[in-house]
């Protein structure tokens, strides 16, 4: 199949320049393609997976991707799809995104130099050497201030104010595209829907300085993916306790899993086509699945393993299914340290000191139970739980196996209320 209706039929394609032209294309040719990644902070968000699962496709089908840290424009602060004004990181600060940035997309895209293997490159290279008198002259000349205007980018911006230095984004990027097309016959790129008028901006400068006289216009293409959309209405990406980022330190493997396993079932077969790499077929069946037997949520544990494995690797995934099952079941004790970490994150924890407290006192100072009294009660009605095993001995004192490698134990009160020791 097409790459290009491969995308289609998987509802990738928010918009191309020259379908027909770009169709052809990509049959007569391996094709250099690039994506550019801001580094806006320490790590990649899932609002970045689309594009970069864009690139593999294209590597997928034959083609050669280039992952662009914008080690030089992540300086200048892109203004698109943004209704303010961007603060200035350091210098320094940026040089450490990048770094970290890259490392992830390493993960994902699994850079080499054979044919068509993905490559990293960072825009600092070129942009930190770019003179003032050459940007103005070689660049700037090319870019109408009409031109500029008119571009939403900067048109949402003019009644709140955008400064000169996010006014002029545009034009680096458009020198990226020029610069990749001139050093590696880079002649596509991609980018999320708001991307579309800076990789625009770079056809028309390509079109304009790199079309020798009396030859055939020097021909670039662009295509954008579609902002992702949830039928509830809210914001993809987000979850209560702030944005689903790909560094496991923010964003557990775990709590990725359970992001993906919570999708709404209007919109999990949709994500399945966007994000995974399963075949239309198979994503057929699954949506049959879902029809016949919604409760089992098949397609949903289906596309929080094919993501979780995609972004943190087998073992993690292994991990946040035991996790998720444990948690389900009660089974506390088949849990690790590590494991106890990821899943009890969000709970509520207490610190003691003592180790082998009575069981009565801990209750209380977890929070489970407002008075020593009451948690009597609770224990003697057999609400009370330690690492998912019902303990019923009002003076019980808890002993070094009630200990999860030292470090932790879990207590619940009731179906759901859970805490977690931590011991000094
Ligand atoms: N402007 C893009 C990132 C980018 C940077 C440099 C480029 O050449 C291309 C894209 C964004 O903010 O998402």
Excluded at 266 to 284: G, P, S
Excluded at 301 to 315: F, N, S
Excluded at 355 to 364: G, S
Aim: some cysteine.
């Amino acid at each position: 199949m097409h790459i290009l209706d491969d995308l289609a039929q998987r509802d990738l394609i928010q918009q191309t320049t020259d379908d027909e032209g770009l169709r052809k294309h990509l049959e007569e040719n391996v094709v250099t393609l690039y994506c550019g990644f801001d580094p806006t902070a320490d790590s990649l968000h899932i609002g970045h997976l689309l594009p970069v699962l864009m690139l593999k496709r294209f590597q997928q089908a034959g083609h050669r991707p280039i992952a662009l840290i914008g080690g030089g424009t992540g300086l200048i602060g892109d203004p698109s799809g943004r209704s303010t004004e961007r603060t200035l990181n350091s210098v320094e600060v940026v040089k450490g995104f990048s770094e970290r940035i890259k490392e992830q997309l390493a993960g994902i895209l699994h850079f080499d130099d054979s044919e068509n293997g993905a490559v990293a490159r960072n825009n600092y290279e070129w942009l930190s050497s770019l003179t003032m008198i050459e940007f103005l002259r070689d660049v700037g000349k090319h870019f109408s201030i009409n031109y500029m205007l008119a571009k939403d980018s900067v048109e949402s911006r003019l009644e709140n104010g955008i400064s000169f230095t996010e006014f002029t984004y545009m034009i680096l990027q458009s020198f990226d595209f020029m610069n990749l097309y001139d050093k590696e016959n880079c002649t596509l790129q991609i980018g999320g829907s708001d991307q579309w008028g800076n990789i625009t901006a770079g056809m028309e400068l390509i079109r304009r300085t790199r079309s020798e006289q009396g030859e055939e216009e020097a021909k670039v293409y662009g295509l954008t993916v579609p902002l992702i959309t949830k039928s509830d209405g809210t914001k993809f990406g987000k979850t209560a306790g702030g944005a689903v980022w790909l560094d496991p330190e923010k964003t557990t493997p775990y709590e990725f899993y359970q992001f993906w396993i919570n999708t709404d079932d209007r919109d999990v077969i949709r994500f399945i086509k966007y994000f995974t790499f399963l075949e239309l077929e198979e994503i057929n069946e699954l949506e049959k699945e879902l029809e016949t037997a919604p409760e089992k949520r098949v397609p949903h544990r289906r596309l929080a393993e094919e993501m979780t494995k995609l972004v943190h690797g087998d073992a993690a995934l292994e991990q946040a299914e035991k996790i998720t099952e444990a948690l389900f079941s009660g089974d506390i004790k088949s849990l690790n340290a590590s494991e106890i970490e990821q899943g009890f994150k969000d709970v509520p924890s207490t610190t003691v000191e003592e180790k082998d407290l009575p069981l009565v006192d801990l209750v209380v100072s977890a929070g489970l139970a407002p008075s020593k009294r009451q948690a009597r009660e609770d224990i003697k009605n057999g609400a009370v739980y330690i690492n998912g095993e019902r303990n019923q001995e009002i003076d019980y004192r808890l002993k070094e196996t009630d200990r999860i490698e030292d470090k932790f134990t879990i207590l619940r009160r009731g179906k759901k209320k859970y805490s977690l020791i931590r011991y000094n």
